[in-house]
């Protein structure tokens, strides 16, 4: 089974709106943290947020906000007043166990920010 | 910036042919991890160093071997090229985020094999 799971290829969103990016995420260890990376077509992977498996509180950072929902098992990427600079592939990633960052990548999905 | 830097950014070469792809980690940073980005396997872990010892390791092929140095810059060496290897290779450090750390990528040395 997959661990990482993002059933998204690609979406278009308007600029100026909110868009959310779908990930769900498969495993038995308590301890784990969940990752979200912007890849531009520049292709360089740019860390967005973080959310630990223990944390009570959705992380947010600027105008991303990962909205974690632990027993559905998903870890939804928000991303408010879309720009046109955010058009790019967008990766959910897993860490299993409390330490070391040895992260299992999803498949990706295509954000893509219209004028 | 994420101060990891790659080495070389783009590099093209034949099957069979072998090569070193370079990476200095943050300043300060022990830690060291290779992924590989392809068309077909996506992004996936390879290898891990700290310190210069291997910590931890993914799916990396018996071609493939990697070491950390004394002064914490590491190398992959890939060997018996083969086309399939053509990928975007990065190299990561960890760094500190709210109490927890997270991986911080180098920009990527794109292979291409022909």
């Known amino acids: 089974a997959q661990k990482i799971t993002q059933t998204q290829p690609g979406m278009f969103v308007q600029e100026k709106e909110a868009v959310t990016l779908d990930c769900t995420y498969d495993t038995s260890d308590p301890s784990y943290g969940l990752f979200w990376y912007k890849q531009p077509s520049s292709g360089e992977m740019i860390f967005l947020i973080y959310?630990?498996?223990?944390?009570?509180q959705n992380a947010t950072e600027g105008r991303y906000s990962l909205n974690f929902q632990k027993a559905r098992k998903s870890a939804n990427l928000v991303i408010s007043a879309s720009q046109l600079g955010d058009s790019a592939m967008y990766f959910c990633?897993?860490?299993?166990?409390?330490?070391?960052?040895?992260?299992?990548f999803g498949g990706g999905t295509r954000l893509m920010v219209k004028p | 910036d994420s101060g990891v830097t790659q080495t070389p950014k783009h590099l093209i070469t034949a099957t069979g042919q072998r090569v070193t792809l370079r990476c200095s980690p943050r300043?300060?940073?022990?830690?060291v991890y290779w992924y590989q980005q392809s068309l077909d396997q996506g992004l996936q872990f390879l290898i891990q160093y700290y310190n210069g010892e291997e910590r931890a390791k993914g799916n990396i092929l018996e071609r493939f071997s990697a070491q950390q140095f004394p002064d914490l810059h590491s190398e992959l060496n890939l060997s018996s090229l083969e086309l399939g290897d053509s990928a975007l290779y990065f190299c990561?450090?960890?760094?500190?985020?709210?109490?927890?750390?997270?991986?911080?990528f180098g920009a990527g040395s794109r292979l291409t094999v022909l």
């Open positions: 990633a897993m860490r299993e166990g409390p330490a070391g960052n040895m992260l299992t």
């Open positions: 990561a450090s960890s760094v500190p985020w709210g109490g927890a750390n997270v991986l911080t």
């Open positions: 300043s300060g940073d022990l830690s």
């Open positions: 959310q630990g498996s223990y944390d009570q």
